[in-house]
Nanobody, 126 residues
């Protein structure tokens, strides 16, 4: 069974930066998607960014130009660099993965991902 473990969350002031990491253990697919989602209490989980093993990326409009997703295939680790953070970025951030996905259309839909981490909290104060 795939295990996803996130790290890197924390508290930061508005305008600051954080980098989230997520390691996928026992992941056997060669071609897959890894993504980041976020959720605040009382709201639906929202897709933030996704990347595939060919380096294609897609971002939610709300984070374009501020967040960067990257993937280290050899380490099965996905990163989310978050710059110019805003209070509205405050949420629990979840890592997700799905495979196999060879040249499939990228997606930020929660239902399209099979495996999930436990989440890491990001809090941005004004």
């Amino acid at each position: 069974q795939v295990q996803l473990v996130e790290s890197g969350g924390g508290s930061v002031q508005s305008g600051g930066s954080l980098r989230l990491s997520c390691v996928a253990s026992r992941y056997t697919y060669r071609d897959y998607f890894m993504g980041w989602f976020r959720q605040v209490p009382g709201k639906e989980r929202e897709g933030v960014a996704v990347i595939d093993t060919n380096g294609r990326t897609m971002y939610a409009e709300s984070v374009k130009g501020r967040f960067t997703i990257s993937l280290n295939n050899a380490k099965n680790t996905v990163y989310l660099l978050m710059n110019s953070l805003k209070p509205e970025d405050t949420a629990m951030y979840y890592c997700a993965a799905v495979g196999p996905r060879l040249w499939a259309p990228l997606t930020l839909e929660e239902a399209d991902f099979d495996d999930w981490g436990q989440g890491t909290q990001v809090t941005v104060s004004s």
